[in-house]
């Protein structure tokens, strides 16, 4: 009997199955305000109109504005002689010390504002003070502005308008009885602009006696106050060991000789000062806060 093999029957194996391929995770999207806007743009536009709200980016702008229009309204000028505004007068800013003279002609100064004045560095470090005049004639502000000057920290001097026609010694001794200096205050200056009726020789004369009077009594050599024209005319080479005080207005520069002594220059004699009802006398000292030191009552 003959027997057919019988095919073992094949087995299939299950299907493999597939995995699905992995998803990358997007990455998560930047939160949005309500308006639709980023937070950080938010954020940096909240701080912009925080700047600009600001009252000191409005002081900046302006500073800057008023600086930029004076350079351009000063164009051409000397580099060195720019006009600042709060002080209504062009300044020599190769100085870093500057100053006023006032009288009874300012009227009643608030000598708070003065000294609280500022323009780009500008302020006010000195104020010489008239006093006396002649042999009677004492300035009706001297004292009030003595006194309140010095309380604000400002560096004080005193002077005396010399009158040639009248006895010298008489004018130093009234000169000495109405100003009591101290240390730390400003030579004292005699004014002297005009020969009332006297010749060149007889006032030189009477201002050497004035000068030596009051440089005897004191132990200062005292300063003198000249416009540059008087000063040329009648003083230049007579008075060569003092130091000198001159008045020479609107000008870049004080046009005197190099070997000219002089410690003060008064540019100006329009100046607007804060807390004064008029205009004012300017003055620049010509060194340093070193020099100027030394220069004081000891």
Request: net charge positive; aromatic share 14%.
């Amino acid at each position: 009997m003959y027997f057919y093999p019988v095919a073992t029957p094949i087995k299939k194996k299950a299907p493999v199955k597939r995995s699905s391929p992995v998803k990358k995770a997007n990455p998560p999207k930047k939160r949005k305000s309500s308006s639709g806007l980023p937070i950080q743009v938010k954020f940096v536009i909240a701080i912009i109109i925080l700047v600009l709200l600001s009252p000191f980016y409005y002081g900046y702008v302006i500073k800057s504005f008023s600086s930029g229009w004076r350079w351009v309204r000063d164009f051409g000028k000397d580099q060195h002689y720019h006009t600042y505004a709060s002080y209504n007068i062009p300044i020599p800013d190769q100085y870093s010390i500057h100053g006023i003279d006032v009288s009874s002609y300012q009227g009643k100064i608030d000598w708070q504002k003065v000294k609280n004045m500022e323009e780009d560095d500008v302020h006010i470090s000195f104020a010489y003070i008239k006093a006396t005049e002649g042999i009677l004639q004492v300035d009706p502000y001297f004292q009030r502005n003595w006194r309140e000057a010095a309380k604000q920290g400002l560096v004080c001097g005193a002077y005396h308008y010399f009158r040639p026609k009248l006895n010298s010694k008489l004018q130093a001794y009234f000169f000495l009885q109405t100003v009591n200096i101290e240390k730390g205050d400003l030579p004292m200056v005699v004014d002297i602009e005009r020969l009332d009726g006297v010749t060149p020789a007889k006032m030189r004369e009477e201002l050497q006696s004035f000068l030596s009077e009051i440089e005897a009594r004191t132990g200062s050599k005292p300063i003198i106050y000249s416009g540059l024209k008087f000063y040329e005319d009648n003083l230049q080479g007579h008075f060569d060991s003092y130091s000198l005080w001159i008045a020479h207005y609107y000008h870049p520069e004080l046009d005197t000789s190099k070997t000219t002594s002089w410690k003060f220059w008064q540019h100006s004699d329009k100046a607007k000062v804060n807390g004064i009802n008029h205009v004012v006398d300017f003055d620049v000292f010509s060194g340093d806060s070193v020099a100027f030191k030394k220069m004081l009552i000891q």
